[in-house]
């Protein structure tokens, strides 16, 4: 299958990419340095300048990976997530009304356009999107124009994937790691009833295989899919202490007690928790991941706490603090 692939270099486009090689897949990048460490060719280009460029990156492609992303730069987020699609997906339709063959595109978006709703339901696909920061709502922005092409050209199909919190070995993110460190050197604690708490993460390896499945299934079209794998917040914070070789967590102070504190500190005084910090650690709710078990007979093989040795190694030493 020709595959073309936005987003690359990214923690999970990189791994996505290896896959789609590894399945025998031609993968075409669209790259702005174009150097690249694996074995596709590359298109020099960049989503956010309208560029001829675009019609070469899709000119022989039978499925679309839009997998960037800025998580950074407020200020490139728009430019990037709504202009970059934008005209992504008009070289994507001159080529459809040049050729006449259809074109599958799987859009790598994130459960950050459901805002805060899983703060206390478990989110699904029914619920309408309520996304919260630049990031969140310019994705979301990208969904949608990707569901309107889709709207008016028939060789157009499409599927959205959105994932939780995307754990891995290389990621970006360190909220992760700092939490494990946090374990390990006894400064943990949970905020309200831990048996209550629910982490949101989900593997790398299986958001990978989750776009895979979205690409190759013609099933997955006119869908969008929440990639989730939800566990109790104990199990995970357990599987912390026992990596780090610390006696298992069981302080608890009470939410509202840690908010009126943090409110009353000064703003001068630097604390490792932050209000968005403390939202993240007090889920009750989370994400169904039901929709893409029963439309794909998808499965889940990396469940979090089993995986948080694997996850840690390298980022954080086994039976120590550090």
């Known amino acids: 299958m020709n595959v073309s692939m936005t987003g690359g270099s990214g923690f999970i486009g990189k791994l996505l990419c290896k896959a789609l090689v590894s399945r025998g897949d031609v993968v075409t990048l669209l790259s702005r340095k174009g150097r690249v460490e694996q074995d596709v060719a590359v298109v020099v280009g960049d989503l956010t300048e309208d560029s001829a460029s675009l019609d070469s990156f899709v000119a022989n492609c039978d499925v679309l990976y839009h997998c960037a992303g800025e ?17 992504l997906l008009a070289a994507v339709q001159r080529r459809i009304k040049r050729t006449g063959i259809p074109v599958h595109w799987v859009q790598l978006s994130s459960t950050g356009a459901y ?9 699904d696909e029914s619920f309408d999107p309520a996304p919260v920061g630049e990031y969140e709502v310019t994705k979301t922005i990208a969904d949608e124009l990707v ?17 939780t919190v995307v754990i891995g070995q290389s ?4 909220s992760f790691f ?11 604690f949970y905020i309200g009833k831990a048996a209550s708490n629910v982490s949101t993460y989900v593997h790398v390896n299986d958001v990978v295989s989750a776009l895979i499945a979205c690409g190759n299934d013609s099933r997955a079209a ?35 007690v840690l908010r009126f504190l943090m409110r009353i500190i000064p703003s001068s005084v630097r604390l490792p928790l932050t209000p968005q910090r403390v939202d993240a650690l007090v889920k009750k709710g989370g994400y169904a991941n039901r929709h893409i078990r029963e439309v794909l007979g998808f499965r889940f093989e990396y469940p979090i706490p089993e995986s948080v040795p694997d ?12």
């Open 222 to 256: 006119g869908h969008t899919f929440i990639i989730a794998n939800d566990c109790a917040q104990k199990d995970v914070i357990d599987a912390f202490a026992q990596f780090t070789g610390r006696k298992k967590p069981s302080l608890q102070i009470p939410e509202s």
């Open 147 to 163: 569901v309107a092409l889709a709207a008016i050209e028939p060789l157009f199909t499409f599927t959205i994937v959105r994932p």
């Open 171 to 174: 990621m970006p993110n360190q």
């Open 71 to 87: 998580i950074a730069n407020t200020a490139l987020m728009h430019r990037l997530h709504v202009k970059g699609t934008t005209s």
């Open 178 to 188: 700092q939490l494990a460190r946090m374990v390990g050197k006894g400064w943990f």
């Open 115 to 123: 805002g805060r709703q899983a703060d206390l339901a478990q989110i």
């Open 311 to 322: 996850v840690l190694r390298g980022n954080v030493l086994p039976g120590s603090s550090d």
